[in-house]
């Protein structure tokens, strides 16, 4: 598939990059950042929209790594790749390692990064088409139309508009870790936890202003903390998760993040004995999602699946507990 | 869509070739330089046919911009063997009967070679994951996996 | 027969250095000198009237040199000749999402894209048939008028053998099953593609396809050009498992802008196209009803099929046929009957894909047969191998099996497997399964009713004693050129370094009929042994005009002692057919690039071509193979499924079945299949593993997901094909097993071991945790269903 023209940058160093950034935004040029290109480019291929500008920022050395911050914690560059990821955080945090490995495939992980799979685009079948494909349904809103195929109700004003659901495997396993993103734009930076980055809508999906730039992600230390992630797919390479639950315990605390089955990923936070918050857990998690028929299993059976999964990843986590 | 020009090392010859924005790797490995052997099976990313190694990692060529490769170094197929000589993975593909159609070799043989540069003596999990990346219809993967790990023994007895 | 000296012995392909370098071509990496480049405007509508097709815009644009529509073709094209129903391009309506509506062929592919956004086509949509339910009623506007038919209803086929009733009557249990089958699709790695070049008056059509000379046909047909105008090559092919064995719109389109323009042409699909295309296995709707008895076996099986065609006729009437006719094996089958609908419907044509028409219709008979031993007390293992086949039957319906060689086979498998201390003894979610299938070598009748053989080699042997095979068979990646190869060098004692494979050039080699129905081996192999064999007879008489000694009497074959034992009998020197698999001895010795006498002095294999050659320049031999004439009955269809030879197959799955989440994970596989004598283990090996790998996704995964007619799982991100993650440990047991007729004792090995994969699942999920699936793919979902619903119960 031949990709639409557009013009293309490559900025040298992150200041330039951020000044042209603003620049773009402040000019009202429609502009797409370019990390590993692993999901841009097939978009781009798919898209007959015009696209103005790409914003490569692959030569942004400064924005690749993993360090180790004072308080025992990690920092880690947005450009880092998967890979390299897996690679580098295997000590410290073990299940990001893991979780990092069960995305997409091998040579995809040699270029996907970790603000690549943050930011993710949302996925929904009828916009992950080709163009000629999108004639045959007629556009959706996420395609620049004036429907949603799966909420025919919906109407522009509504929230959310598009309901492409939200599959980043990682956000849901830093989620849980307290992790925080750092959005830089020309001359200043500002952080946000993790879990405060997404919005509820399959097009405007994050905080990131125009002119920012996720550049990294600060994951704190914690002595108590554990967290396990498991994901629902039907083959064990390359597909998206159809679910994704990540679920930490630390002390009486016992967190839920779950992917794949909504706009964004949800949230569960819970205090107590683990049989009366699991058990909570259990019943929550599937009335917090609205997955829809858009995914290779329905959207009844990832509801259904959502405690099943809970329930086996407090059982990893309670096992290592007990050596 | 203004041209720019790319330099490119592809099997340790220089190439300059000036493309545009909108052209991808595998394009200019493929109808540029003549580079057939690097296969496009769907282009966007999915079926892992185009995978070249890229400053010595495998990656989906289909998904590089070309502008992005610029001053990397790329290995593809062609330059996988030493002049007749061949690579200890491509003989033991060969030889264990890995190939049927021969579409999805090029990207087996150089994930597998990868594979072996930085994991001498890989477990079975590791040759999986290094197959899974590519999709094989013929095979069912079975002689794939049984090549890598020939391969494997092949090369720490010849070192 | 003396011993091999190469075949039996695991052999790499004669092109895998080629294919493991890069230097293997295929079609788009060949470079024709400044082609056009083509790219098709294709239908949004499942069904609609064209009302009109405006290109004046999309010709103005630059670089655009041609655009075509379905005004410029007369005529329509199929497979086979009963249904020649597809249009290149679509004329006065459209059938399909995707079915190609126009063509532009311009300087880039990149101007030929845009140019197709220039084109302004007017459509009034029409209702689209998309259901069973849809297609059987009543309409006054069918998708195809010309049937003048009062539906959808393509082609109906009924066929029954014995006393149904009588056979119910006899039986022990009777079982029966309500079937569903989603489409899937053969998923091969490389899209189609197509180059066009001019040579002289010649145009010369290189293509992705698995049947050179029914493109070539078919070129013939709709571009109104003497088939002498054409040639049509096949480079290397990037799989086919059926779906490349139709002649295609792109063929046609990339042709006739060649004649247009005068020009070079390129054309290669996106992925997505090739979904849209698809020809693959047809959604299926199937009622059986198996009746069986302890002692006798299966005493009666009655089959309701539906499959839906979609828009054309691809090979589906062969289709119709295979859901039925193929039921009469693995077992005899004495009292049966058999209806199979196939329905034109607006969604993308089904066609032939490995295991053609047997696929699903295996999955329901091997699924009751199963219930049915359950019910009566029996080891379904067990009673499987005391009810196959023996060698040498007719079935009913008129089928002759030579060599049925499972038995021991399965026995092996079943020891190997530890069925006895496994089936029924294994903890809760834990299961193995077996079924057993049964598939043809080769169909014995053509397509083109006409008395040519069904396949033909020239062999060529030059002053330099390097030996050339011509032939028509398609390698499509299962090997057939290094078949080929095998098979003329054992005849001629020659290293396989000696010989070269021409393959799949119309206009080189001789007529093949190409790769599909399981026939290369078996036809192209046989044809190949007898070229050899012919050459071998002008080299033995060189080589005793050298050693002054008399040529060899050469006996006569006689009559065939039996209709079973047709092969194995002195070669036919008087007919160009020497006979199927003929007794060469004649002794002399070839071995090692010797020609020795027996008891006498070797000769040197150059100097006894040299001496062959004097005064003649090439010596050159042919082979043929035709297929005997089977009786094969009096019943209307009785030619559906003949074919010289069958294969036999049995599958053991074992799985392990996660009740809370339905998943099933199938961790081993054995699989012995009776494909007569193994010419190259290496071979017969990769054909059975990526046999399972396709049964396996079958069974658990793939489907085509349709909305409104669209594919929606176009890409191969969407369209699950099973990981490397998937694929199960797999144990292959060879069954000892030898066919009189087919070259060196083979038979078939690339389709049959496919269709027992996906019921060997299902009983295995069975016997691990007791509910009976019968919705094929068996996802998780589809499980769980039924776990809830015994719950329920």
């Given at each position: 598939m031949l990709l639409p023209a557009f013009s293309y940058e490559r900025p040298a160093e992150l200041p330039g990059a951020l000044a042209l950034l603003q620049r773009l935004a402040a000019a009202g040029v429609s502009y797409r950042v370019h990390a590993g290109g692993t999901d841009l480019v097939p978009e781009l291929k798919r898209d007959e929209a015009a696209i103005g500008t790409v914003v490569s920022i692959s030569r942004l050395e400064a924005l690749r790594g993993v360090r180790a911050r004072p308080d025992g914690g990690l920092e880690v560059g947005a450009l880092t790749r998967l890979s390299a990821l897996a690679e580098e955080v295997r000590e410290r945090f073990p299940v990001i390692s893991d979780t990092a490995l069960q995305i997409a495939s091998p040579q995809i992980r040699n270029r996907a990064t970790l603000g690549g799979n943050l930011l993710v685009d949302n996925r929904c079948v009828y916009f992950n088409q080709s163009p000629d494909h999108r004639d045959v349904h007629a556009g959706c809103f996420k395609a620049g139309g004036e429907v949603c195929h799966l909420v025919p109700s919906a109407k522009r004003g509504a929230q959310p508009l598009c309901r492409a659901r939200f599959v980043s495997d990682l956000a849901p396993v830093l989620i849980l870790h307290d992790a925080k993103v750092v959005l830089a734009r020309a001359g200043a930076e500002r952080e946000l936890l993790l879990k405060d980055l997404y919005a509820p809508d399959g097009i405007q999906r994050t905080q990131v202003a125009p002119g920012e730039l996720l550049t990294r992600v600060l994951i704190p230390a914690s002595a108590t903390r554990r967290v396990h992630y498991l994901k629902l797919r039907i083959r064990q390479a390359l597909d998206f998760p159809s679910l994704g639950v990540a679920v930490s315990l630390d002390g009486k605390k016992l967190g839920v993040a779950l992917t794949g089955v909504n706009t964004h990923p949800v949230v569960l936070a819970y205090e107590g004995a683990l049989d009366a918050t699991l058990k909570q857990a259990c019943e929550d998690g599937p009335k917090r999602v609205a997955p829809?028929?858009?995914?290779f299993f329905s959207p009844a059976y990832r509801r259904q699946m959502i405690p099943v999964l809970i329930r086996r990843a407090v059982a990893v986590l309670s096992k290592k507990d007990t050596p | 869509m203004e041209k720019r020009l790319v330099k490119l090392t592809v099997n340790g010859v220089a190439h300059e070739r000036a493309v545009a924005?909108?052209?991808t790797l595998l394009e200019v490995l493929r109808e540029e330089l003549f580079l057939t052997g690097t296969k496009r099976g769907c282009d966007v990313g999915d079926c892992g046919c185009c995978t070249v190694l890229l400053d010595g990692a495998p990656v989906l060529s289909c998904l590089v911009l070309a502008l992005e490769a610029d001053g990397a170094e790329i290995r593809t197929i062609e330059g996988v063997a030493n002049g007749n000589q061949l690579h200890p993975v491509q003989q033991a593909f060969v030889d264990h009967g890995a190939i049927q159609c021969g579409f999805?070799?090029?990207?087996?043989?150089?994930?597998?070679?990868?594979?072996?540069?930085?994991?001498?003596?890989?477990?079975?999990?590791?040759?999986k994951t290094c197959v899974s990346g590519t999709i094989c219809r013929c095979t069912g993967y079975t002689k794939i996996e049984q090549a890598v790990h020939a391969a494997a023994r092949a090369c720490t007895k010849t070192p | 027969m003396t011993t091999w000296q190469l075949l039996g012995k695991p052999t790499p392909q004669v092109g895998a250095v080629d294919k493991v370098t890069g230097r293997a071509r295929y079609t788009d990496d060949l470079r024709v000198h400044d082609p056009l480049h083509v790219k098709i405007l294709r239908a949004p509508h499942a069904s609609a009237k064209i009302k009109s097709v405006d290109v004046s815009a999309a010709k103005a644009l630059p670089g655009v040199r041609a655009i075509l529509t379905?005004?410029?073709?007369?005529r329509t094209f199929g497979v086979l000749p009963i249904s020649r129903d597809e249009p290149a391009l679509a004329r006065d309506r459209v059938r399909y999402v995707g079915e190609p509506v126009a063509a532009v062929a311009a300087d880039s592919a990149r101007l030929a894209e845009a140019a197709l956004a220039a084109i302004r086509v007017d459509y009034e949509v029409t209702p689209a048939v998309l259901t069973f339910e849809e297609a059987r009623r009543e309409t006054k506007t069918p998708l195809h008028p010309e049937l003048e038919k009062s539906n959808n209803l393509h082609k109906q086929v009924q066929q029954s053998f014995g006393d149904l009733s009588r056979g119910f009557a006899d039986a022990a249990v009777t079982v029966e099953g309500e079937f569903r089958f989603l489409p899937v699709t053969h998923a091969f790695t490389e899209p189609h593609a197509v180059q066009v070049e001019h040579d002289g008056e010649l145009l010369v059509v290189t293509s992705a396809t698995q049947v050179p000379h029914y493109v070539h046909l078919a070129l013939s047909e709709v571009l109104e050009l003497p088939p002498h105008r054409l040639r049509v090559v096949k480079p290397h092919l990037g799989g086919g498992f059926g779906g490349k064995s139709d002649p295609f719109p792109h063929e046609m389109i990339a042709a006739k802008f060649a004649l247009v323009t005068g020009r070079n042409i390129r054309l290669v699909y996106e992925r997505e196209e090739v979904f849209l295309s698809n020809h693959g296995r047809h959604p299926t709707e199937l009622k059986m009803k198996l009746g069986l008895h302890p002692e006798r076996g299966?005493?009666?099986?009655?089959?309701?099929?539906?499959?839906?065609?979609?828009?054309?006729?691809?090979?589906g009437v062969v289709t119709t046929y295979y859901n039925g006719v193929l039921l009469q094996g693995p077992y005899p089958v004495p009292n049966s009957a058999f209806q199979c609908e196939r329905f034109y419907t607006n969604k993308p044509m089904c066609g032939a894909m490995r295991g053609h028409g047997g696929v699903n219709p295996r999955f329901a008979s091997e699924t009751l047969m199963d219930m049915a031993c359950v019910q009566a007390g029996l080891d379904p293992l067990e009673a499987r191998l005391k009810f196959l086949h023996t060698g040498d039957t007719i079935t009913p319906n008129g089928f002759r099996i030579t060599s049925a060689g499972l038995r021991e086979g399965l026995a092996e498998a079943a020891q190997r497997t530890k069925w006895k201390e496994k089936w029924g003894k294994l903890p809760p979610g834990k299961g193995i399964g077996v079924a057993c299938g049964f598939f043809i070598s080769g169909s014995a009748l053509p397509i083109h009713r006409n008395e040519l053989p069904q396949s033909t080699v020239r062999l060529t042997i030059d002053f330099d004693g390097g030996i050339t095979v011509y032939s028509g068979a398609s390698d499509i990646g299962q090997g057939s050129d290094t078949m080929l190869a095998l098979v003329v060098a054992e005849v001629l004692g020659a290293p396989l370094s000696l010989v070269k494979v021409v393959s799949a050039d119309t206009r080189l080699t001789p007529i093949d009929l190409g790769s599909y129905s399981s026939r290369v081996t078996f036809m192209a192999g046989n044809a190949a042994r007898n070229a050899a064999i012919s050459m071998r007879k002008e080299l033995v008489a060189a080589a005793a005009r050298l050693s002054g000694r008399a040529p060899p009497e050469y006996p006569k074959p006689g009559e065939p002692e039996s209709p079973f034992r047709l092969g194995q009998r002195p070669p036919d020197f008087d007919s160009h057919f020497l006979g199927p698999n003929p007794d060469y001895r004649d002794g002399w010795t070839f071995a090692n690039l010797t020609v020795t006498p027996d008891g006498g002095a070797a000769l040197d294999y150059f100097q006894v071509v040299t001496a062959a050659l004097a005064g003649r320049g090439i010596l050159q031999t042919q082979g043929v193979y035709q297929s005997p004439k089977l009786e094969g009955g009096k019943h209307k269809g009785a030619g559906a499924g003949l074919s010289p030879s069958y294969s036999?197959?049995?599958?053991?799955?074992?799985?392990?079945?996660?009740?809370?989440t339905g998943f099933v994970r199938v961790e081993k596989i054995a699989c012995a299949h009776d494909?007569?004598?193994?010419?190259?283990?290496?071979?017969?090996?990769?054909?059975?593993?990526?046999?399972?790998?396709?049964?396996l996704g079958q069974a658990l995964m793939e489907g085509m997901a349709y909305e409104a007619g669209a594919v929606q799982n176009a890409s191969f991100l969407e369209y699950k094909i099973p990981s490397a993650f998937e694929q199960p440990v797999i144990d292959l047991v060879r069954c000892p097993s030898v066919d009189n007729e087919g070259p060196f004792g083979a038979k078939e090995v690339g389709e049959g071991a496919l269709a027992p994969v996906v019921p060997s699942i299902a009983n295995a999920i069975y016997d691990a945790v007791g509910v009976r699936l019968m919705r094929v793919p068996m996802t998780p979902e589809v499980v769980l269903a039924a776990l809830a619903a015994r719950r329920g119960r």
């Amino acid at each position: 598939m031949l990709l639409p023209a557009f013009s293309y940058e490559r900025p040298a160093e992150l200041p330039g990059a951020l000044a042209l950034l603003q620049r773009l935004a402040a000019a009202g040029v429609s502009y797409r950042v370019h990390a590993g290109g692993t999901d841009l480019v097939p978009e781009l291929k798919r898209d007959e929209a015009a696209i103005g500008t790409v914003v490569s920022i692959s030569r942004l050395e400064a924005l690749r790594g993993v360090r180790a911050r004072p308080d025992g914690g990690l920092e880690v560059g947005a450009l880092t790749r998967l890979s390299a990821l897996a690679e580098e955080v295997r000590e410290r945090f073990p299940v990001i390692s893991d979780t990092a490995l069960q995305i997409a495939s091998p040579q995809i992980r040699n270029r996907a990064t970790l603000g690549g799979n943050l930011l993710v685009d949302n996925r929904c079948v009828y916009f992950n088409q080709s163009p000629d494909h999108r004639d045959v349904h007629a556009g959706c809103f996420k395609a620049g139309g004036e429907v949603c195929h799966l909420v025919p109700s919906a109407k522009r004003g509504a929230q959310p508009l598009c309901r492409a659901r939200f599959v980043s495997d990682l956000a849901p396993v830093l989620i849980l870790h307290d992790a925080k993103v750092v959005l830089a734009r020309a001359g200043a930076e500002r952080e946000l936890l993790l879990k405060d980055l997404y919005a509820p809508d399959g097009i405007q999906r994050t905080q990131v202003a125009p002119g920012e730039l996720l550049t990294r992600v600060l994951i704190p230390a914690s002595a108590t903390r554990r967290v396990h992630y498991l994901k629902l797919r039907i083959r064990q390479a390359l597909d998206f998760p159809s679910l994704g639950v990540a679920v930490s315990l630390d002390g009486k605390k016992l967190g839920v993040a779950l992917t794949g089955v909504n706009t964004h990923p949800v949230v569960l936070a819970y205090e107590g004995a683990l049989d009366a918050t699991l058990k909570q857990a259990c019943e929550d998690g599937p009335k917090r999602v609205a997955p829809l028929a858009q995914d290779f299993f329905s959207p009844a059976y990832r509801r259904q699946m959502i405690p099943v999964l809970i329930r086996r990843a407090v059982a990893v986590l309670s096992k290592k507990d007990t050596p | 869509m203004e041209k720019r020009l790319v330099k490119l090392t592809v099997n340790g010859v220089a190439h300059e070739r000036a493309v545009a924005p909108a052209a991808t790797l595998l394009e200019v490995l493929r109808e540029e330089l003549f580079l057939t052997g690097t296969k496009r099976g769907c282009d966007v990313g999915d079926c892992g046919c185009c995978t070249v190694l890229l400053d010595g990692a495998p990656v989906l060529s289909c998904l590089v911009l070309a502008l992005e490769a610029d001053g990397a170094e790329i290995r593809t197929i062609e330059g996988v063997a030493n002049g007749n000589q061949l690579h200890p993975v491509q003989q033991a593909f060969v030889d264990h009967g890995a190939i049927q159609c021969g579409f999805c070799t090029p990207s087996m043989v150089l994930n597998a070679v990868h594979l072996l540069d930085t994991n001498p003596s890989p477990d079975a999990a590791a040759v999986k994951t290094c197959v899974s990346g590519t999709i094989c219809r013929c095979t069912g993967y079975t002689k794939i996996e049984q090549a890598v790990h020939a391969a494997a023994r092949a090369c720490t007895k010849t070192p | 027969m003396t011993t091999w000296q190469l075949l039996g012995k695991p052999t790499p392909q004669v092109g895998a250095v080629d294919k493991v370098t890069g230097r293997a071509r295929y079609t788009d990496d060949l470079r024709v000198h400044d082609p056009l480049h083509v790219k098709i405007l294709r239908a949004p509508h499942a069904s609609a009237k064209i009302k009109s097709v405006d290109v004046s815009a999309a010709k103005a644009l630059p670089g655009v040199r041609a655009i075509l529509t379905g005004a410029d073709f007369k005529r329509t094209f199929g497979v086979l000749p009963i249904s020649r129903d597809e249009p290149a391009l679509a004329r006065d309506r459209v059938r399909y999402v995707g079915e190609p509506v126009a063509a532009v062929a311009a300087d880039s592919a990149r101007l030929a894209e845009a140019a197709l956004a220039a084109i302004r086509v007017d459509y009034e949509v029409t209702p689209a048939v998309l259901t069973f339910e849809e297609a059987r009623r009543e309409t006054k506007t069918p998708l195809h008028p010309e049937l003048e038919k009062s539906n959808n209803l393509h082609k109906q086929v009924q066929q029954s053998f014995g006393d149904l009733s009588r056979g119910f009557a006899d039986a022990a249990v009777t079982v029966e099953g309500e079937f569903r089958f989603l489409p899937v699709t053969h998923a091969f790695t490389e899209p189609h593609a197509v180059q066009v070049e001019h040579d002289g008056e010649l145009l010369v059509v290189t293509s992705a396809t698995q049947v050179p000379h029914y493109v070539h046909l078919a070129l013939s047909e709709v571009l109104e050009l003497p088939p002498h105008r054409l040639r049509v090559v096949k480079p290397h092919l990037g799989g086919g498992f059926g779906g490349k064995s139709d002649p295609f719109p792109h063929e046609m389109i990339a042709a006739k802008f060649a004649l247009v323009t005068g020009r070079n042409i390129r054309l290669v699909y996106e992925r997505e196209e090739v979904f849209l295309s698809n020809h693959g296995r047809h959604p299926t709707e199937l009622k059986m009803k198996l009746g069986l008895h302890p002692e006798r076996g299966v005493t009666a099986l009655d089959t309701k099929v539906m499959i839906d065609g979609g828009a054309y006729g691809s090979f589906g009437v062969v289709t119709t046929y295979y859901n039925g006719v193929l039921l009469q094996g693995p077992y005899p089958v004495p009292n049966s009957a058999f209806q199979c609908e196939r329905f034109y419907t607006n969604k993308p044509m089904c066609g032939a894909m490995r295991g053609h028409g047997g696929v699903n219709p295996r999955f329901a008979s091997e699924t009751l047969m199963d219930m049915a031993c359950v019910q009566a007390g029996l080891d379904p293992l067990e009673a499987r191998l005391k009810f196959l086949h023996t060698g040498d039957t007719i079935t009913p319906n008129g089928f002759r099996i030579t060599s049925a060689g499972l038995r021991e086979g399965l026995a092996e498998a079943a020891q190997r497997t530890k069925w006895k201390e496994k089936w029924g003894k294994l903890p809760p979610g834990k299961g193995i399964g077996v079924a057993c299938g049964f598939f043809i070598s080769g169909s014995a009748l053509p397509i083109h009713r006409n008395e040519l053989p069904q396949s033909t080699v020239r062999l060529t042997i030059d002053f330099d004693g390097g030996i050339t095979v011509y032939s028509g068979a398609s390698d499509i990646g299962q090997g057939s050129d290094t078949m080929l190869a095998l098979v003329v060098a054992e005849v001629l004692g020659a290293p396989l370094s000696l010989v070269k494979v021409v393959s799949a050039d119309t206009r080189l080699t001789p007529i093949d009929l190409g790769s599909y129905s399981s026939r290369v081996t078996f036809m192209a192999g046989n044809a190949a042994r007898n070229a050899a064999i012919s050459m071998r007879k002008e080299l033995v008489a060189a080589a005793a005009r050298l050693s002054g000694r008399a040529p060899p009497e050469y006996p006569k074959p006689g009559e065939p002692e039996s209709p079973f034992r047709l092969g194995q009998r002195p070669p036919d020197f008087d007919s160009h057919f020497l006979g199927p698999n003929p007794d060469y001895r004649d002794g002399w010795t070839f071995a090692n690039l010797t020609v020795t006498p027996d008891g006498g002095a070797a000769l040197d294999y150059f100097q006894v071509v040299t001496a062959a050659l004097a005064g003649r320049g090439i010596l050159q031999t042919q082979g043929v193979y035709q297929s005997p004439k089977l009786e094969g009955g009096k019943h209307k269809g009785a030619g559906a499924g003949l074919s010289p030879s069958y294969s036999f197959t049995a599958v053991i799955s074992e799985v392990d079945v996660d009740v809370e989440t339905g998943f099933v994970r199938v961790e081993k596989i054995a699989c012995a299949h009776d494909c007569g004598r193994q010419l190259n283990p290496l071979a017969v090996e990769g054909q059975l593993e990526g046999s399972i790998h396709m049964g396996l996704g079958q069974a658990l995964m793939e489907g085509m997901a349709y909305e409104a007619g669209a594919v929606q799982n176009a890409s191969f991100l969407e369209y699950k094909i099973p990981s490397a993650f998937e694929q199960p440990v797999i144990d292959l047991v060879r069954c000892p097993s030898v066919d009189n007729e087919g070259p060196f004792g083979a038979k078939e090995v690339g389709e049959g071991a496919l269709a027992p994969v996906v019921p060997s699942i299902a009983n295995a999920i069975y016997d691990a945790v007791g509910v009976r699936l019968m919705r094929v793919p068996m996802t998780p979902e589809v499980v769980l269903a039924a776990l809830a619903a015994r719950r329920g119960r």
